[in-house]
């Protein structure tokens, strides 16, 4: 028995055949598409996953359910996407749709969520019983799973890490907030702190790297310079892993998750990231003389968005 997973994005659809070690056997993708209505966009997916069961060599009768993870919110229980802005999707019948094209059972969860499930059963935190999965990329995503479910929420709003507020009267967030995670602890915080420091300290080798423009400054640059031993680098590195490792024990202190996974472009930082969250989470956790929750790296890479979504039940 296989299930088919997509993972839904703003520029392409990827999707896989998956097993149920979470192993994807076949794969085939579409750029998504914003000129034409949702109804049309997911003619489109339904087609792609079609051909991609017969070109594999397989039946609709090897399927048992198809998964789709959206870069927004997904309601579990209806099978409506509340919202996906990149995809100008807005209280949108997913499930019902998907159905018109393939009758099985259709899931839809965000993201985040799905890539932290598909570390759950096939990646770092595979065989744990509780998991909390955090992307650290432009944005921040997490994905909660508890006894091999996903925990969406009661309206599939939940798991929002990236919004929990961590500094009052902080920084404007996309939300409207002020403050949030995603502010202080992404790969956009990271280019926001350098830039500010920048300009009081132009001999960074930050300047170097970007070719003198500061608008060509990505995350990687500042972590390099931090390894490389440039003040600013180290100065904003430093505040970064303060503000993450602070979230990431808020995460542990309220769920005690056996693992918190990091994920997403800046987890791409390697042990240099996780050496200095696991030596400054402890400063902030509650129960000092018992053990901690692990903390580990995601392994799945890009693959998580497939597998997790065929996961999804
Ligand atoms: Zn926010």
Redesign the pocket.
């Known amino acids: 028995m296989y299930r088919i997973g997509l993972d839904i994005g703003g520029t392409g659809i990827q999707m896989g055949i998956v097993n149920e070690k979470g192993q994807i056997l076949a794969r085939s993708g579409i750029e998504t598409r914003l000129d034409i209505p949702f109804s049309e966009q997911v003619a489109l997916m339904a087609d792609c996953c079609k051909n991609m069961i017969k070109e594999g060599g397989y039946s609709l009768l090897d399927i048992v359910s198809i998964g789709a993870g959206v870069p927004g919110i997904g309601n579990q229980k209806t099978g409506e996407v509340v919202f996906c802005t990149n995809l100008g999707w807005h209280h949108v019948p997913f499930r019902e749709e998907f159905r018109k094209h393939i009758d099985k059972p259709v899931f839809v969860d965000n993201d985040a969520t799905v890539a932290g499930l598909a570390e759950s059963v096939a990646g770092v935190s595979a065989g744990t019983a509780s998991s909390v999965f955090i992307t650290l990329g432009t944005g921040i995503g997490s994905g909660i799973v508890i006894g091999g479910r996903v925990w969406s929420g009661f309206h599939g709003t939940g798991s929002e890490l ?2 929990m507020i961590l500094e009052t009267d902080g920084i404007l ?3 409207g ?1 002020h403050g ?1 995670v ?1 502010r202080y602890c992404s790969a956009t915080a990271i280019i926001r702190m350098a830039r500010d420091l920048l300009q009081r300290h132009p001999e960074s080798m930050i300047l170097d790297m970007c070719g003198g423009d500061p608008s060509k400054i990505n995350a990687r640059m500042v972590i390099d310079a931090s390894r490389e031993g440039d003040p600013v680098g180290e100065k904003v590195f430093r505040r970064f892993i303060r503000y993450l490792s602070q979230t990431i024990a808020n995460v542990m202190n309220f769920l005690d998750p056996e693992v918190v996974v990091l994920g997403g472009g800046v987890s791409r930082a390697g042990s240099y990231l996780l050496d200095a969250v696991r030596t400054t989470v402890p400063d902030y956790i509650l129960y000092k003389d018992l053990p901690m929750s692990r903390i580990e790296l995601a392994k799945l890479g890009p693959d998580a968005g497939i597998i997790g979504a065929a996961m999804l039940s």
């Open positions: 990236g919004h967030c996309t939300c907030n949030c995603e």
